[in-house]
């Protein structure tokens, strides 16, 4: 790339700052952004709003009216010589980049208007694209600030109009960023996106595809990304370590974190002021695999047993288990296509589910595959699929059902991920949504099904030309919790759609019950069982599990004292009733807990939205039923607190499994009540152990301080309920109208939530 005439040592680099409806900029924003810009306090909120103003002017539109920017000029300060220019002057005579982080800003309000009904290709297609990358623009090119010859693109803004202009820069930019927005489009405007990048990137070899920026942690931008080959990092001193490793020595980086790379908590969101040039990023290419090392080990308890037809091989480990945790993806007998996106996505090695299932799919076994919520058993389905899919493609090739609809959509995304590099097409159907869709998404063939039960029979009923006769694979992921849901009627009926001949059926769960051998009997041909726990009750090793004996009057108070001593930790809270968790979401809320609500009678589009923003960290506590606890895969959980404890050992095992995933640690926290102990006694004779309980007595004195302010809390909440309880049903109403009627109704095919609290 060939730099600016403007002298490198003369020329500014700058960041952005942004916030929605910013009304004051708090002290340790202000001391940074005066340090920087040399702005005192009192002008940096007039500052910002000309620059707003400026840019609201040249493009009044709606979205881009909210957004406030600060330019910070890194040429003023000393680090800028001392560290930065040299860096910068590095490899290939690269001048570095310039990071104009606008992209999540925009994804934030078009996300708000996608969710009320908004057509988001008319938002991207339109106005919004072309004004938002013309306004960043603006704000510095005619101060001779901005040099030409650099422009970074929000990949979560480049649609067709964006990215035919940016294409004629001749691919002057140096960074393209892909942050949350991303994952609105869906997967073939995912994948255009992704190829219009590379193809900008490519036509410079030097120039790297960086992500960064305010939301790119958040794991439906990683995962797409990622299979396209860029480099991401999140918020926090870990990953900046793993950034400035790239570019600088350890001593350099424990300098420049200090004064370079800065954080700050505002409104609820991480700030980060990534003021810093790169440029000794690896070249951009297709590299060689690499396995020698690993994120985590795996846990040195677990015992891997492969049993032929459910013979039970006695309590000594296999021979494979050593054999298990050296493999690599390679030597499982997968093409380095899959092995390089494996490596792209961060799987440093298989996890011994699919270092035992995935030769033996390959070899055309039928598998129950037995292994803990966490375990990579979404990889070791999909991984063989992918690779029968490449020897020779097929439409409407494998099915996979799964028992909620967050649960299709996250291996609707793994799927996304993992076949990104050979262009798979997926249709994802769920209920709660419109057939018409989903009917569309079934007529342009895509090569591979996932769906609910229940939603997959109606389109099999409905749908005029859908058939499956063809179906080459068949998994039931999470098969007890479909059972548990009272869907065995409707996968009978299924099975009776697929053939029974040349097909192959992976049965994946965390339990074995009677129920899943009856399954398997009626779906799987001489299967093979590929075990990872020592029994149906296996808890993860580092998962620290504990429970506190209250009074059930006391229960909200010790709830408040428990979130207290985990502030700013994320966690799920665990409610057996829908209306349980609506109410301790408005209780939470009242007493100014960062939290949201999920359970079967919000809207399907409510749900995501609250996964998202949870998904995101811009909310750090998830109130759920038993909807959200199995399947879900959230890696930086901290917490489960069991408000209500579960009616089966086997559900508790699966909610505490929402933690502690990945090799790292986690906590589990049950509040038992004098009703619950019998309950109680009996989830601790099935995990063969006693939990710890909590000292009562020692912890009261400090949680009896919340009584107050929870019960005017509690207070609020019961009148918001009332509220809630007479509007349900009606157009806009939080709750849906299932309550109150004359008739026995029968469970709806994708229900999954008690209603009654």
Not at 124 to 146: H, M, N, R, T
């Amino acid at each position: 790339m060939t730099s600016g005439s403007q002298d490198q040592n003369e020329r500014p680099y700058y960041a952005a700052l942004y916030e929605h409806d910013l009304t004051d900029i708090p002290e340790p924003i202000s001391k940074i952004l005066e340090a920087y810009s040399g702005i005192p306090h009192g002008e940096q909120k007039e500052h910002i709003l000309k620059l707003r103003n400026r840019a609201y002017e040249a493009h009044p539109y709606p979205c881009l009216g909210r957004f406030r920017f600060l330019e910070l000029d890194l040429s003023t300060h000393p680090l800028y010589n001392e560290y930065v220019l040299p860096r910068l002057k590095e490899g290939n005579g690269q001048s570095g980049p310039i990071f104009l982080d606008l992209g999540t800003c925009l994804g934030q309000d078009l996300r708000k208007l996608i969710y009320d009904g908004v057509n988001p290709q008319q938002l991207y297609g339109a106005d919004l694209v072309p004004a938002f990358i013309d306004a960043g623009y603006e704000l510095f090119k005619d101060k001779g600030k901005f040099p030409p010859d650099h422009f970074v693109c929000p990949a979560d803004v480049f649609d067709m109009s964006s990215g035919n202009k940016l294409s004629t820069m001749d691919g002057k930019a140096d960074i393209v960023q892909a942050a949350a927005v991303f994952h609105l489009f869906d997967m073939e405007q995912q994948l255009a996106v992704a190829r219009r990048c590379m193809r900008l990137l490519k036509k410079v070899p030097e120039t790297r595809c960086l992500v960064l920026g305010g939301q790119a942690g958040n794991v439906n931008a990683k995962e797409r990304v990622r299979a396209y080959g860029a480099k991401q990092y999140w918020h926090n001193e870990e990953s900046w370590r793993k950034l400035w490793e790239e570019i600088c020595s350890e001593e350099e980086f424990r300098d420049v974190v200090k004064r370079v790379v800065v954080q700050a908590e505002l409104r609820e969101r991480t700030m980060v002021l990534p003021l810093y040039g790169v440029s000794k990023m690896p070249p951009y290419k297709k590299r060689k695999l690499s396995h020698n090392s690993s994120s985590s080990e795996e846990s040195d308890h677990e015992e891997v047993a492969v049993r032929e037809d459910g013979e039970d091989v006695g309590d000594q480990p296999s021979t494979t288990e050593k054999e298990a945790e050296s493999k690599t993806f390679q030597e499982l007998g997968l093409i380095d296509q899959l092995c390089e996106a494996c490596e792209q996505l961060g799987y440093k090695k298989p996890t011994p589910i699919q270092a035992q299932s995935i030769p033996l799919a390959l070899q055309g076994r039928d598998i129950i595959g037995l292994a803990e919520t966490g375990s990579g058993k979404t990889a070791a389905f999909v991984l063989p699929i992918l690779q029968a899919l490449m020897e020779k493609q097929q439409v409407l090739h494998s099915l996979i059902l799964a028992p909620t609809r967050e649960l299709a959509y996250q291996i609707g995304e793994n799927i996304s991920a993992l076949g990104a590099f050979i262009g798979v097409k997926k249709a994802v159907l769920v209920g709660g949504v419109d057939m018409m869709p989903q009917a569309i998404a079934l007529g342009k063939k895509p090569h591979i099904i996932v769906a609910t039960p229940g939603r997959l029979l109606d389109h099999l009923e409905n749908t005029k030309g859908f058939s499956l006769r063809q179906l080459k694979f068949l998994v039931m992921d999470e098969a007890d919790r479909m059972l548990d849901l009272d869907f065995g009627a409707i996968l009978e009926k299924i099975l009776k759609n697929v053939p029974k001949e040349g097909r192959r059926t992976f049965l994946f769960s965390a339990t074995m019950s009677s129920k899943i051998e009856s399954l398997q009997r009626a779906g799987l041909s001489n299967p093979v069982r590929v075990s990872v726990s020592r029994d149906k009750y296996q808890t993860v090793e580092k998962l620290k599990q504990s429970f506190y004996l209250i009074p059930h009057k006391h229960k909200d108070i010790w709830l408040v004292h428990v979130l207290n001593k985990f502030a700013g930790q994320t966690g799920i809270i665990f409610t057996r009733t829908v209306n349980e968790a609506q109410r301790l979401f408005i209780m939470l809320k009242a007493l100014g807990f960062s939290s949201v609500p999920i359970h079967g009678q919000l809207s399907q589009n409510a749900r995501l939205e609250a996964l998202n923003k949870f998904r995101a960290k811009s909310k750090n506590l998830l109130v759920a039923t038993d909807v959200a606890a199995r399947g879900l895969d959230i890696p930086s959980m901290d917490l489960v607190i069991n408000y209500d404890l579960p009616d089966s050992s086997k559900t508790y095992v699966h909610r505490v499994g929402r933690t502690a995933r990945a090799g790292k640690s986690g906590v589990a926290i049950s509040m038992v009540t004098q009703y619950d102990a019998e309950l109680w006694l009996r989830i601790e004779h099935a995990l063969g152990k006693k939990i710890e309980n909590h000292d009562y007595d020692a912890e009261k004195g400090e949680a009896m301080v919340f009584a107050n302010s929870v019960s005017e809390a509690q207070k609020t909440a019961t009148l918001e309920m009332k509220d809630l309880h007479e509007n349900r049903g009606k157009k806009g109403a939080t709750l849906r109208n299932t309550r109150g009627k004359k008739t026995v109704v029968k469970r709806r095919r994708d229900e999954m939530d008690a209603d009654v609290g």
